[in-house]
């Protein structure tokens, strides 16, 4: 409520006259013992000059100091345990009651139970607060007193404008106003997070704010929990840069293996190619052949990677495309690499397009390897082709261990792998294929999904447009890493 000042013809105070009150005051004050609006505090109140009331309300205009006081009442209307906090204002001052006792009829469960509230917002470290429609505070915790860096006399009863102060805080204020206006209008709770999200400024909140109802609905003030998360957001923006910086320098490392390994290629090529080499000198070439051919493809995952993630997605450089061929290539060179399996292809409709055919082609290298891995020794893999009316359809299809439900949300993730089928062999690369394979179908404006049970196996289905979307990746791929990285982090 509030209270006006009246003084004697000689200045002294002695009553007040109450001029505001609370919808909850206004509709039971006079049967609690309280003053209503145009009532005198020492007639409406007469018990307040034995409790000590009165005296702390004068006390709190003269000297212009809030006050927090506990006190009795022994005698009705009104008995029990009160908490008093008064502020001053202009010509008076603001003053805020409430009842620590069990209302009439309430258990001593109810009483014990409120009593446990009460510790428990006195003591979280979260700030605990509310405000009346005037924006004043009516209550607050000792976290949000020590937001705002005073003691909640000082606090209670004035306004975000008035704690805050300075140009900073004025705007902070303004800020913080206009979020209990929209809860206040909206009459619904909701979340906000920012440095002007909770009491005090100089921190970022997470704040839930809510309204304060009567027993007939009417809202009569706000109320907010917030939680400081400064540190949590600081760091998780330090990761996010350690991160980016990481995925930088992996993708600066991989264009940079990328000359040597091509030297080392051309040269063993260019020695394999001499008739007179002796059978253990062409051996030995072979396996530098076969890892150098190893460490190209994780560069160009480890390159691939990066631009995904930070180049805006993986670059096409679409052409016409005849996906039938590209696929008979690929499975050429795999099942040179794989003696003793049966790779079968299955064409249906036409399966033409507009595509990238270096992309392509390692969707479907990507795909049928995958299947190869984990997959018995022995039995086949199928790819089938189906030309659709605006589609493509890829289909690769293998046996074995089915993938376990809870691994296939995260089988397109980067450096995962499944842990299913045979037991894992050395260099079998990084972990990226599958999530490659996801970026390019998703630089073609494409989808890609999986089925995989014991009975009808294992079974990854692409679907593809015609032609790559104008949202599609276009970009040259002459274009260095190090222009697309540092195109990034700018």
């Known amino acids: 409520m509030r209270l006006r000042e ?11 006259e109450c001029v505001d009150a609370s919808p909850g005051l206004a509709r039971e004050g006079g049967a609690r013992g309280l003053p209503l609006p145009g009532d005198r505090l020492l007639e409406a109140s007469p018990w307040g000059a034995e409790c000590g009331l009165f005296e702390t309300c004068v006390r709190v205009t003269e000297c212009q100091v809030p006050e927090v006081r506990r006190f009795s009442r022994a005698a009705p209307p009104g008995a029990g ?28 469960d109810s009483a014990h139970g409120w009593e446990i509230l009460k510790a428990i917002i006195e003591d979280t470290s979260d700030a605990v607060f509310a405000k009346n429609l005037a924006g004043q505070y009516i209550l607050l915790n000792p976290a949000a007193a020590r937001a705002f860096g005073q003691p909640p006399e000082q606090i ?15 705007e902070a204020a303004t800020a913080v106003t206009c979020q209990d206006l929209a809860v206040l209008t909206s009459g619904q709770t909701a979340l906000f997070e920012g ?35 400064t540190v949590q957001r600081r760091q998780e923006l330090q990761q996010a840069q350690e991160g980016r910086c990481r995925e930088r320098f992996i993708g600066m490392l991989g264009h940079d293996l990328g000359n040597p390994l091509a030297a080392i290629r051309l040269t063993s090529a260019a020695l394999l190619a001499r008739d007179t080499l002796p059978p253990e000198t ?25 631009r995904a993630r930070m180049g805006g997605g993986i670059p096409l450089r679409p052409g016409e495309v005849a996906l039938d061929e590209v696929c008979r290539q690929v499975i050429g060179e795999l099942e040179l690499a794989s003696p003793g399996r049966s790779i079968h292809l299955e064409v249906r409709g036409n399966c033409r397009g507009f595509w990238d055919p270096e992309r392509m082609a390692q969707v479907l290298s990507n795909l049928v390897a995958n299947a190869l891995q ?15 009316e605006v589609l493509q359809r890829i289909e690769v299809h293998n046996v074995g261990q089915p993938i376990p439900e809870e691994l296939r ?64 990746g276009m970009v040259d791929e002459g274009a260095s890493v190090e222009q697309e990285c540092g195109a990034a982090a700018s």
């Not at 984990?374 to 659709?388: D, Q």
Request: with cysteine; proline share 7%.
């Open 6 to 16: 009246i003084r004697s013809p000689e200045g002294a105070l002695i009553d007040f």
């Open 81 to 108: 345990r009160w908490v008093a906090r008064a502020a001053p204002c202009e010509g008076g001052l603001t003053l805020f009651l409430e009842d620590l006792s069990p209302r009439d009829g309430a258990t001593q």
């Open 156 to 170: 209670l009863g004035r306004t975000d404008k008035e704690l805050l102060g300075g140009l900073a805080g004025s």
């Open 195 to 229: 440095a002007d999200s909770g009491p005090g400024f100089g921190c970022i909140w997470q704040s839930s704010r809510g309204v304060l109802r009567g027993p007939e609905g009417e809202r009569y003030g706000v109320f907010g929990i917030s939680r400081d998360v």
């Open 282 to 306: 062409r051996r030995g070439l072979e396996r530098i052949e076969g890892s150098a051919g190893r460490m190209a493809r994780m560069v160009r995952q480890l390159v691939d990677l990066t």
């Open 374 to 388: 984990h997959s018995p020794a022995g039995t086949p893999i199928r790819v089938r082709l189906e030309g659709l």
């Open 409 to 472: 949300p995260r089988l397109f993730e980067p450096f995962f792998r499944a842990g299913r089928g045979p037991a894992p062999q050395s260099g079998l690369g990084l972990g990226l294929g599958l999530y490659i394979v996801a970026q390019i179908i998703q630089a073609h404006g494409g989808g890609v999904e999986v089925s995989s049970t014991l009975e009808e196996g294992t079974r990854f289905i692409v679907l593809l447009p015609r032609s790559v979307p104008a949202a599609g």
